[in-house]
Nanobody, 118 residues
Framework: VQLVESGGGLVQPGESLRLSCAASGFRFSVYGMSWYRQAPGKEREWVALITNAGGRTRYADSAKGRFTISRDNDKNTVSLQMTSLKPEDTAVYYC????????????WGQGTQVTVSS
């Protein structure tokens, strides 16, 4: 299993970023996918989930109304469009496949750093 996140960067508050995750080594279309983030000194936290066919999405309260998760099962990619970014969104962002209970499988990519600062 390989998960490669990209698209992070340094942005100012209020700006937007689009993160992408390229997945390989498993049948992408049969798994739900989630985005997570880990801020310095904090535990990794769940951000958003999309079901295997993309028909349903769920968001952490911190992401609702600002972030949109999507996927392309032909390209084995999952994306996270982030708008109205805040300094508290600063973290390393990861994607992972999830099981039927929404829990991530073992094995993480290197993540992509998002820094929101003026």
């Amino acid at each position: 299993v390989q998960l490669v996140e990209s698209g992070g960067g340094l942005v100012q508050p209020g700006e937007s970023l689009r993160l992408s995750c390229a997945a390989s080594g498993f049948r992408f279309s049969v798994y739900g996918m989630s985005w997570y983030r880990q801020a310095p000194g904090k535990e990794r936290e769940w951000v958003a989930l999309i079901t295997n066919a993309g028909g349903r999405t769920r968001y952490a309260d911190s992401a609702k109304g600002r972030f949109t998760i999507s996927r392309d099962n032909d390209k084995n990619t999952v994306s996270l469009q982030m708008t109205s970014l805040k300094p508290e969104d600063t973290a390393v962002y990861y994607c992972n496949r999830v099981d039927g209970g929404g829990e991530p499988y073992d094995g993480w990519g290197q993540g992509t750093q998002v820094t929101v600062s003026s």
